[in-house]
C-alpha cells in the first residue's frame, strides 16, 4: 500500500517549484517554476491536493542526462576523506553516468485548509555515483564531496493513489531541460557545508502528462 511505500522511501538531497496538484476529482498539473544548487534542490507546491493525510502524496525530483546523452555534464568538489575538510585547489568538471532522484512524502504540517501543499524534494547522486567521480579528483587519495550539474534534464512527478482509490501510480509529470549558465564561472565552494553553490537554473519545459493512472 501507499503508505508502506512511503515508509519504505529514505529522504535525500535539487530546489524547485511545482505547482498545481489537484483532487483526485480533478486531473493533476504539475509545473517547475525554479530550480537551485546544493546538489539539486526542488520546492513543490501543490494546489488542491486534498486531504494527505486521507489520502498520501509522494513528491519526486529526477535528474537525468539531457536528451541524447549518456552523462551529466557537472561539476564536483573534491576533498580530504579523514577527519581533516580540505578542498582540492579548484573545481572540477566531472561526467555522471545515469540519473538520480528523490521520492518525498507529503507531510500534513506542509498543507493548507485549502489543500495547497508546499514542501522541498532535494535530489542528490547516491554515494556509488559520487565515488564514481574520485577519478576527477587531482589527487588520487581525495573524494568527490558534492556534484552539480550544469545542464540536465528534470522530471518532477506527483505520485499517489488513482482514480480507482486502490492503484498507486504517478498521477501528473512534467518534464524539463535546465542549464546554469557558465556554469564554471558561476558555481562557488561553501566550506561550511562542503557544497557548490551558485544561481537557480534556466529550465525549459519539454513535456507534461497528467492521467489518472
Not at 585547489?89 to 500534513?108: C, K, N
Not at 504540517?109 to 576527477?136: F, H, I, M, Y
Not at 524539463?176 to 564554471?184: F, K, L, T
Amino acid at each position: 500500500m501507499l503508505r508502506k511505500f512511503l515508509a519504505a522511501i529514505s529522504v535525500m538531497s535539487f530546489t524547485m517549484t511545482i505547482i498545481g496538484l489537484s483532487s483526485h476529482a480533478l486531473a493533476l498539473n504539475i509545473t517547475l517554476s525554479k530550480a537551485s544548487t546544493n546538489s539539486v534542490h526542488c520546492t513543490v507546491v501543490a494546489t488542491g491536493a486534498g486531504n494527505v493525510t486521507k489520502d498520501p502524496l509522494v513528491f519526486s525530483c529526477i535528474v537525468a542526462p539531457l536528451e541524447q546523452s549518456s552523462s551529466i555534464t557537472g561539476l564536483v568538489v573534491c576533498g580530504n576523506p579523514g577527519k581533516k575538510t580540505n578542498t582540492s585547489p579548484g573545481i572540477q568538471l566531472a561526467e555522471l553516468t545515469g540519473s538520480f532522484s528523490e521520492f518525498d512524502p507529503v507531510s500534513p504540517k506542509s498543507c493548507d485548509k485549502n489543500g495547497k501543499c508546499t514542501q522541498e524534494v532535494v535530489a542528490e547522486p547516491n554515494g556509488d555515483q559520487l565515488t564514481s567521480l574520485n577519478a576527477a579528483c587531482p589527487n588520487p587519495n581525495w573524494v568527490a564531496k558534492d556534484f552539480v550539474p550544469c545542464a540536465a534534464t528534470v522530471t518532477v512527478q506527483g505520485i499517489g493513489l488513482c482514480s480507482d482509490k486502490i492503484t498507486e501510480g504517478v498521477r501528473a509529470q512534467a518534464t524539463y531541460s535546465c542549464v546554469i549558465p557558465n556554469c564554471e564561472a558561476v558555481l562557488t565552494y561553501d566550506p561550511a557545508t562542503q557544497t557548490l553553490v551558485g544561481p537557480d537554473y534556466t529550465c525549459t519545459k519539454v513535456s507534461e502528462s497528467s492521467q489518472s493512472c
